[in-house]
């Protein structure tokens, strides 16, 4: 059973950083689409960020050029670097790693911004 592992949540005052992991178990790790997603209370879940397998990279417009998404291969794990943080980041962020048709997602992890 393929597990992924967030962790690097937490409250931060507005303007700070954070960095979330992800950590997967399984072997496809290399082939697979990886994305960051959030869900803020009373709204849907929404995509953040993907890297393809090839290291290509997509944001939604409200974090660009404050959040980074970066995967190391080798330790099967995706990174989101995430800036001057907003209160509306606040939400709980998913990871996702998406490959052959087969969607994993992680148990979440809570990040909230607030002075």
């Known amino acids: 059973q393929v597990q992924l592992v967030e962790s690097g949540g937490g409250l931060v005052q507005p303007g700070r950083s954070l960095r979330l992991s992800c950590t997967a178990s399984?072997?496809?790790?290399?082939?697979?689409?990886m994305g960051w997603y959030r869900q803020a209370p009373g709204k849907e879940r929404e995509l953040v960020a993907t890297?393809?397998?090839?290291?290509?990279?997509n944001y939604v417009d409200s974090v660009k050029g404050r959040f980074t998404i970066s995967r190391d291969n080798a330790k099967k794990t995706v990174y989101l670097q995430m800036n001057n943080l907003k209160p509306e980041d606040t939400a709980v962020y998913y990871c996702?790693?998406?490959?052959?048709?087969?969607?994993?997602w992680g148990q979440g992890t809570q990040v909230t911004v607030s002075s």
């Open positions: 399984g072997i496809m790790f290399s082939i697979s689409l």
């Open positions: 996702n790693q998406y490959y052959i048709s087969t969607d994993i």
């Open positions: 890297v393809s397998r090839g290291g290509d990279v």
